[in-house]
């Protein structure tokens, strides 16, 4: 028989995303709703190693559904990836009799999880908080829609100022190995152009197009670029199209950071919520080591080390559709 589970810790792990903070309330409540007790974690597995933990109650979590960031904290931990580590995180779950971990992050913070409890059997649950909406087994991430939605309105502000000049803008929005905020900003704003890390830039091409819609005397042009893409710098890329097309105005907007913060959508609280709810019910009837995701708006879960393995694949269809509407 599964041992039952009667305390529970969550975290925040890896870069932060609008919603988390939704998502540690969900757990929390619903694990207090079921008769657990709660423990929060500071700063990811770094805490947990150096037993930051304190015990959480209903109050703890008032007040923070409409806050972005965490307030848990959230690292990155590198003393996590060695066997000392993880055994000292151990120790401290002990010392405070937690037999359960609900973990809000992404790829990097799954595989942790993973290694985790295949070493120990401390059944991990996973929750998706990730601005990029890079994980498999998930249509939608939390803190994503949020993120998009930064892009979108600041970019919508950046094409007056283009339009008011006859300008070609190139804005660089996040995304170090996805590109999903680049096309979905890109296509909600009427980019002529697209440049993600999953496809290959043909520069060459990129040229040309900018050159023919100058020559039909369309001036002002908008060009999304994400950051981990092969000219997903945008201050070298405007120096390539400068040089080749050097009458064009080009202006760059890195929007940077801004991107991660503020209070999280509706979309993205509900979506909180929901897996939180969700994590800890896992956890009560023995459904170990999955990621909690939604597909076909279902609630869907993925082994851990899958989410881990396999990355959300973007459809070709996606860029073809940019490059009709932009014509």
Not at 73 to 85: I, L, M, V
Not at 267 to 274: K, V, W
Request: neutral net charge; charged residues 25%.
């Amino acid at each position: 028989m599964e041992k039952k589970v009667t305390k529970i810790g969550v975290m925040t792990s890896g870069g932060d995303s609008p919603g988390m903070n939704a998502a540690i309330r969900a757990v929390v409540r619903t694990g207090i709703y079921n008769g657990l007790e709660v423990y929060g974690i500071m700063r990811g597995y770094s805490g947990l190693i150096e037993n930051d933990i304190f015990k959480m109650d209903s109050r703890s979590v008032a007040n923070i559904i409409q806050r972005g960031g965490t307030i848990l904290k959230t690292a990155r931990s590198k003393a996590f990836t060695s066997p000392e580590g993880r055994k000292a995180a151990y120790n401290n779950l002990k010392q405070h009799g937690i037999d359960g971990l609900v973990i809000i992050g992404g790829d990097g913070s799954f595989k942790g999880a993973q290694t985790f409890s295949n070493e120990y059997d401390i059944p991990c649950i996973g929750l998706p908080g990730t601005i990029d909406k890079d994980i498999a087994g998930t249509d939608v991430t939390i803190g994503f829609d949020t993120a998009v939605n930064t892009a979108v309105e600041a970019i919508d502000k950046i094409r007056d100022t283009m339009d008011a000049h006859d300008r070609l803008f190139i804005v660089e929005v996040m995304g170090r190995d996805a590109g999903y905020i680049a096309l979905h900003s890109g296509i909600a704003t009427g980019a002529e152009n697209i440049l993600i890390p999953e496809n290959k830039t043909d520069i060459e091409e990129l040229i040309c197009s900018l050159t023919e819609k100058e020559k039909r005397k369309k001036l002002v042009n908008l060009v999304v670029v994400a950051e981990g893409g092969e000219y997903g710098d945008a201050n070298k890329l405007a120096a390539i199209v400068k040089e080749r097309i050097p009458s064009a105005d080009v202006r760059v907007c890195i929007l940077g950071h801004i991107q991660r913060g503020g209070s999280p959508s509706c979309e993205d609280r509900l979506i909180a919520s929901h897996m939180g709810y969700y994590a800890v019910e896992s956890l009560l009837i023995g459904r170990h080591n999955v990621m909690i995701g939604v597909v076909n708006n279902k609630i869907h879960y993925t082994p851990l080390d899958k989410a881990v393995k396999e990355k959300q694949k973007i459809g070709q269809e996606w860029m073809k559709i940019v490059k009709i509407l932009a014509s």
